[in-house]
């Protein structure tokens, strides 16, 4: 069964730093573009980072660039959003996902089908 599982939220003062973990089992992320995304209620979900398997390459939306940080791990196949400065604005759900290199890693990266049930992200004081 293949699945993708978050984990690594919570709740963190404004200026904290927190780090995601989404780890699969079922697929070797070695084949794929593993994105995160969050949602904050009432709004759109938008897209965070994006990390390529193919060229280790990698995409951040533009309010997070120079505090998030996205890597993988090959060994633990598992993939991570560090995230540095937080504001509390980002609170949100965050979720992973992950799509075939056909799908590019940039803005339009909207994974289909794997997505992982999502880990709250609280910033708050």
């Known amino acids: 069964q293949v699945q993708l599982v978050e984990s690594g939220g919570g709740l963190v003062q404004p200026g904290g730093s927190l780090r995601l973990s989404c780890a699969a089992s079922?697929?070797?992320?070695?084949?794929?573009?593993i994105g995160w995304f969050r949602q904050a209620p009432g709004k759109e979900r938008e897209g965070v980072s994006c990390?390529?398997?193919?060229?280790?390459?990698?995409w951040y939306t533009d309010s997070v660039k120079g505090r998030f940080t996205i890597s993988r791990d090959k060994a633990k196949n598992t993939v991570y959003l560090q995230m540095n400065s937080l504001k509390p604005e980002e609170s949100a759900v965050y979720y992973c996902?992950?799509?075939?290199?056909?799908?590019?890693?940039?803005?339009?990266?909207?994974?289909?089908?794997?997505w992982g049930q999502g880990t709250q992200v609280t910033v708050s004081s």
């Open positions: 990390f390529s398997s193919f060229d280790d390459t990698t």
């Open positions: 996902a992950a799509a075939p290199f056909s799908m590019r890693c940039n803005s339009d990266f909207r994974p289909r089908n794997l």
């Open positions: 079922g697929i070797k992320f070695d084949y794929y573009n």
